[in-house]
């Protein structure tokens, strides 16, 4: 039988070659698209523009003028889309750090944020201005609410607008006998009533047992679980909750479609299995793998979720974790924290420290922080820090070159996200050990100015040193972090070109970066960034078909109205989705 078969396909190849029979066929079950532009920006510096670009089976197969593309088109059949003959192509643009399970569901709560968060459905909440302003808010939400024991989780409490943090006796006022709990804007903070606390049995001696649980002057527990750890600690049960297969999907429905409105073709997940690692990998696989999701995802294990689930297996996991990994979801290394929040001041700041003498919070420093990455380095995995503060910054540094000094190694693309506060050494230092930066630009237009009373002028309006690192030649890119910032890359791009504050002053000047290097930290330096460079970033022949679709040209627009330009929608292995409007039925 096996002579038969062997004879079969040697007869079928050979018809094929002397008749062409059957080219016809593979053509049909491979159709080859062609999308027409007004032009089309490649993002490869050696063939900067085009005007047409061909797809097949989701992929880009040659990008050009149509003659440019005939080799290809010659003899076969294709299709040609003129749709965007007078929009503008770009590679789709990529979130380099996002969550967009955490996203939609802070967005999708009781909100009460300083500045407006938008709603892809809708008119935007818009922001509270002041402290009484939020807490008659949060009286109002907890008014509307007909059950008298049922749980009110609100989102989006500002510490550092609103004058500090809030205690259990605060939430007393609004009810002392509902459970109430608010998650501030950092996400890396949560205060809880006496309600809750009650109901949980919780008592003093935690303080001992979970870093940043807060005693007041009494002993007693105050109701403030400060720092990433004591905050997933106090919210683990509700995201729990809110990751049963009904609220998850309209969670990353929402984040998704507020993305795509974004112009963003790739969203990432910072940090998977933060509560539960194959629970959080089986429902983003189920949710990007779905041909109807107009998007990708790259996804990055969380180290301590992993350490505490996992154990001694956690550093197999990932790398299993990984061959799991399809078109649509990227699974792809891991990431660890070193100083906590820059929103609600939980960064470390060195020397001359806050102004008013106040402390940030180190999650991880030192040998002990070395010992946490090393297995992942060693296993020749991707690490992504997120790191703030300059003394935790330092921190970050310190620990890569004591990883390089052990265990040499190359294009690991060792990653320090988010990189609040920094100096030019720390710069040079990055460079020398080969690391890559993401930076989330709202640092600068929506905190600089707010900033500037508690760590002084130049600090607050020198975050955000786009400059500092590319004339250092270090591979910088930009995120939005949402839902600390909106998912608007065109917006990033704006803020880094012009570096204005909310008042519209221009801060810190020569900080300031082109469009075209913008434009290239959110699409080809942000693939780089997640290590996908090879897939998506930049329109070649052999990566993903994916397309930001642009109604007017941001190299002929003044660098003040970048984040006018308007999105048609997106394009994702040559499939079209258009902008979505309304909301999904």
Known sequence: MALSRLNRCFLTSLLFVVTGVGAVHAQSEHPIVVFVAKKIY??????????????????ILSVGSMEDLQPWLKGREYKVIDSFKNKILFPGFIESHGHPFLGGTLMRLPLLTHYDTPNPYGPPFRGLKTREAALAKLKEYESALADPNELLVAWGFDSVVYGGHLTRHDLDKISSTRPIIVWDASEHFAYLNSAVIKQRGYTSGLAKKINGVQLGSDGELNGQFLGTTAATFALGDFLKSRSEPEQAKKSLDFMIDLSVQGGITTQSELVLGIINPEGEARMYSEYFNDPKTPMRLVAVSDIEGLNAAKKEKAVDYVLELQQQSTDKIIFRGVKSFSDDSFLGFGMMVGNPGYISGREGIFINKGEEFVQQLLPYWKAGLQIHIHTNGNLG??????????????????????TLQHYGISTPSQAKRLKALGAVVSINPYYLYQRAEINREHIGTERAYLAARYRTLLDAGIPTTMHSDTPIGPAKPLEWVWIAVNRFGQSGKTLAPAERITTNEAMRMITIDAAYSLGIDDLIGSIEPGKFADFTVLEQDPYQSTPEKLRDIQIWGTVIGGKVNPVRKIRPQ
Not at 42 to 59: E, I, L, Q
Not at 405 to 412: A, I, L, N, V
């Open 42 to 59: 490649t993002m490869d510096p050696g063939w900067p523009t085009a005007t047409a670009v061909a797809v097949r089976d989701g992929k």
């Open 393 to 414: 910054n330092e921190n970050t540094i310190d620990t890569l070159a004591k990883l390089q000094s052990r265990y040499p190694r190359f294009d690991h693309r060792f």
